[in-house]
């Protein structure tokens, strides 16, 4: 597409644009810190020792470099439909866009299972001191099943709580990051008790999924004022400062935590953290935290992964069923909420943490590569998207590499799972026998029909 119709798109009166900066840059971060600090870091300090607060810089790298192609796929495609827009514009709207969609719809269900599990753990931890299995798995199902029912209510408090339980589990987390910094034990950080680094490459790229989340963003790119310039500018920040907030939260929990004491609590280990400067007080109110903090997470994914549902749906990769509604909500709701509850309840924590970081290194590969392929349309660099379709392909491929050699057990279920998406996705694509739309969004197919990509 040529400079004429991106101005054309961006001049476009879009539904009257109401978010501004802050607003865009709060969906980023509030979608990012989520549940996934809360579960993943207990896991990244197994695996990587002292070296921690690298792998999240490392996983960190890999999301800013793809915020590129999603600044600039957002500028040139502001749509609802956001992540599944961009494929289908870069990739074509066949039988592979049809299965990447639906493995971004069944990563969002692996998110959910992860924060229901993480709430769980913390749960347990707060009523019991130790993380006791049926009632973790009791707490999660609870967790799921509360705020799926709220979702098919439509309920406003629900909608008015999430803001407030953003804005606390933000304000938690960098206290804990500040006042941690005057108890930590240099010597858990140095480079003596780092593993090799492959180790610490694949500790990142385990937690890669704790900056899932940036690409909500895109989602509203069509409602964001002067969006040249609040696009980029909320992708890279919240981007940025999460990077810059798990850091300091690794090197809190490093300093603060023996790896032995990590290893016993990796699922809460966030809470054990907190004990040398705040006492069983700071373990209690990192607990709440966390709870509040995954429970906010199920509550945004849930909606989003049915919005996700919804508009797979539509463009004809789902049975209807996902577009049908309940009273406010959609029975994709109830769909997710029950696969979310299998996966809580039936993998493990690394299980889950690597079905979840590999779809979504997979899919901002996929989203990489639309970028380098729309280079000329996206008016974009295209070194940049081409180094972070090799960065997530890799990542994936080290990923899983790592696993066979020393946990295979734990790729069986993704695995599973990423081989059902596939041939369901080819079946169900096929029995149908027709394409799926070329487009997600109804403005933005009304201003390619008027303006064709090929106009001068």
Not at 73 to 78: A, E, F, G, K, M
Not at 267 to 296: C, E, H, N, Q, R
Not at 393 to 401: A, D, E, F, N, R
Request: hydrophobic residues 50%; positive net charge.
């Amino acid at each position: 597409m040529h400079g004429k119709i991106k101005d054309i798109i961006l001049k476009t009166n879009f539904k009257n644009r109401k978010i501004g900066f802050i607003e865009a840059f709060s969906i980023g971060v509030g979608g990012m810190v989520g549940g996934g600090i809360f579960a993943v870091l207990g896991l990244t300090i197994s695996l990587s020792h002292g070296a921690a607060p690298i792998s999240f810089a490392i996983a960190g790298l890999i999301a800013l470099v793809t915020v590129y192609s999603y600044v600039k796929l957002s500028l040139t495609y502001p749509s609802e439909g956001g992540t599944i827009e961009f494929i289908v514009q870069g990739i074509g709207n066949g039988v592979f866009s049809a299965i990447a969609n639906n493995l971004l719809l069944i990563s969002y269900v692996i998110m959910l299972a992860l924060y229901a599990y993480a709430f769980g753990s913390y749960g347990s931890a707060l009523f019991t001191g130790s993380n006791i299995v049926w009632l973790q798995k009791i707490l999660s199902v609870g967790v799921i099943v509360l705020f799926a029912s709220l979702n098919l209510m439509g309920s406003f408090m629900i909608g008015k709580a999430e803001d407030i339980m953003v804005f606390i589990k933000l304000t938690i987390l960098i206290i804990f990051a500040g006042v941690g910094f005057l108890t930590i034990h240099v010597s858990r950080l140095d480079p003596a008790s780092w593993t090799n680094t492959t180790s610490i490459i694949t500790g990142g790229l385990m937690i890669f999924l704790a900056y899932e989340g940036f690409e909500l963003i895109a989602n509203t790119a069509k409602d964001i004022v002067n969006p040249k310039k609040n696009i980029p500018r909320a992708f890279y920040s919240a981007v940025i400062f999460v990077i810059l907030l798990y850091i300091c939260v690794a090197i809190v929990a490093v300093g603060n935590v023996s790896i032995h004491e990590a290893m016993v609590a990796k699922d809460y280990v966030l809470a054990v953290a907190a004990k040398p400067f705040f006492g069983k007080t700071g373990f209690a109110v990192i607990a709440v935290a966390a709870m509040l903090s995954t429970a906010s997470a199920i509550n945004a994914t849930l909606y989003g992964g049915s919005r996700v549902g919804y508009l797979v749906a539509k463009l004809g990769e789902l049975p209807k069923m996902f577009d049908e509604k309940i009273k406010q909500g959609y029975e994709g709701v109830i769909i997710i909420a029950l696969l979310s509850i299998i996966f809580a309840t039936t993998f493990n924590l690394e299980n889950i943490s690597i079905a979840g970081s590999a779809g979504f290194l997979i899919i901002f590969a996929l989203v990489n590569l639309s970028n380098f392929k729309l280079y000329k349309e996206t008016k974009s660099n295209r070194i940049i998207p081409g180094i972070g379709f090799l960065l997530c392909t890799i990542s994936t491929v080290v990923l899983i590499g790592y696993n066979i050699i020393h946990n295979p057990s734990n790729l069986i279920s993704s695995a599973l799972v990423m081989g059902i998406i596939a041939i369901f996705s080819f079946i169900y694509y096929k029995v149908r026998q027709t394409n799926i739309s070329e487009y997600i969004d109804k403005d933005l197919e009304k201003i390619f029909k008027q303006h064709p990509k090929n106009i001068e």
